[in-house]
């Protein structure tokens, strides 16, 4: 597993308007298309570097292909990353102020200390 991984994928959607749409609407398409393509590149530098080896476990890419957020959050994905890109990509489902924010709570309401760990 890399968690390193997890939050690379949570931090560059979320950065993208277009790709946390395609996320919303083709979550495994989308899964497969940044593991294949995005995974290896090296933020914020040239083109031609990247690395080979970077890959989703498979636990990993089920939970992000599903939109689990407690899930990605038990497997040590940083909950501030999770929390944005989802609020960007559901809140607007729900009518009252802070709705998806409630449910996200809700799902997450049976964790207790210690958390999982988030360091990458």
């Not at 530098?45 to 476990?57: N, P």
């Not at 990353?81 to 802070?98: G, H, W």
């Amino acid at each position: 597993m890399s968690k390193y991984l997890l939050n690379k994928f949570l931090f560059t959607v979320d950065r993208d308007p277009a790709l946390v749409e395609r996320y919303r609407d083709e979550p495994e398409a989308t899964v497969a298309w940044w593991e294949e393509g995005q995974a290896n590149r090296i933020l914020n530098c040239h083109g031609a570097e990247s690395s080979t080896w970077l890959r989703f476990a498979d636990a990993e890419r089920a939970a992000l292909a599903a939109h689990d957020y407690p899930k990605l959050f038990e497997l040590g994905a940083h909950p501030f990353l999770t929390l944005t890109l989802f609020i960007a990509m559901f809140e607007r489902d729900y009518d009252e102020p802070l709705g998806f924010q409630l449910e996200y709570a809700r799902k997450l309401s049976h964790m207790t200390l210690p958390y999982p760990d988030i360091a990458t």
